[in-house]
């Protein structure tokens, strides 16, 4: 039976090998700052306690300031926690804290590798306070970047090979689905794959067209 635990092992499994090779993506990198403005682009209040599911080594929540990160793949978390985010190795479809504790939770790049994205949201939208926020970064299927994603997927990339691109109508009917609402969003990415060379300035829309689109979400 393949659980969500299960699916979690093996779509995390190369991120816990490789997780210096992972990480090393962000050093210097333009792409990583480009997409980190387009979620400060949707001016969510700072505010703690701040959750990142899938965090990784740690890259984004260092830079958005979330206090806490959860992740499958252990050796991301000690690189997390080498970056003061207090982590726990868990899954996003059973997450291991109360109900309505967290004032923000940030999905980015992640909704991709679960298992059951609807059951991850929902988990969101209980662990959140009344009027908190979520914020959703992921990678359009419509895309240049989705569909160069895609193909990696196909020909066995070795870090997209559990991955599933959704399309932005799909996201939204997830999150509207579990309670949540959109209350704004940021799009960018629109140099060609292989081809950023220049800084980005977001613009607020969702784009199916865009190679990123960030979202902020908001618990009703």
């Not at 403005?37 to 959750?51: D, E, F, G, Q, Y």
């Not at 997830?174 to 309670?179: F, W």
Request: proline content about 6%; charged content about 20%; glycine content about 6%.
């Amino acid at each position: 039976m393949n659980t969500p635990a299960s699916h979690w092992r093996k779509s995390s499994s190369v991120f816990h090998e490789r997780a210096d090779e992972y990480d090393s993506w962000f050093e210097d990198s333009l792409l990583f700052d480009i997409e980190a403005a387009t979620i400060r682009a949707l001016a969510v209040p700072a505010s703690s306690p701040a959750l990142e599911i899938g965090v990784g080594p740690g890259r984004f929540a260092r830079e958005l300031g979330s206090d806490f990160g959860i992740d499958p793949a252990m050796a991301p978390l000690h690189l997390a926690a080498s970056r003061d985010i207090k982590v726990c190795q868990a899954i996003g479809e059973s997450l291991p804290f109360p109900s309505n504790c967290f004032t923000r939770v940030s999905i980015l790049f992640t909704l991709c590798f679960v298992q059951n994205p609807a059951q991850v949201l929902g988990e969101c939208h209980r662990i959140l306070k009344k009027d908190g926020h979520l914020i959703l970064g992921f990678v359009p299927a419509t895309s240049l970047w989705g569909k160069a994603l895609l193909k990696k997927k196909e020909t066995g990339h070795p870090f997209y090979e559990h991955a599933h691109f959704f399309s932005v109508k799909k996201c939204e009917d997830l999150i509207r689905n579990v309670g949540f609402s959109i209350i704004n969003s940021s799009s960018s990415l629109y140099q060609k794959p292989g081809e950023v060379s220049t800084m980005e300035t977001p613009c607020f829309k969702r784009d199916k067209k865009a190679g990123f689109i960030a979202l902020d979400v908001q618990k009703i």
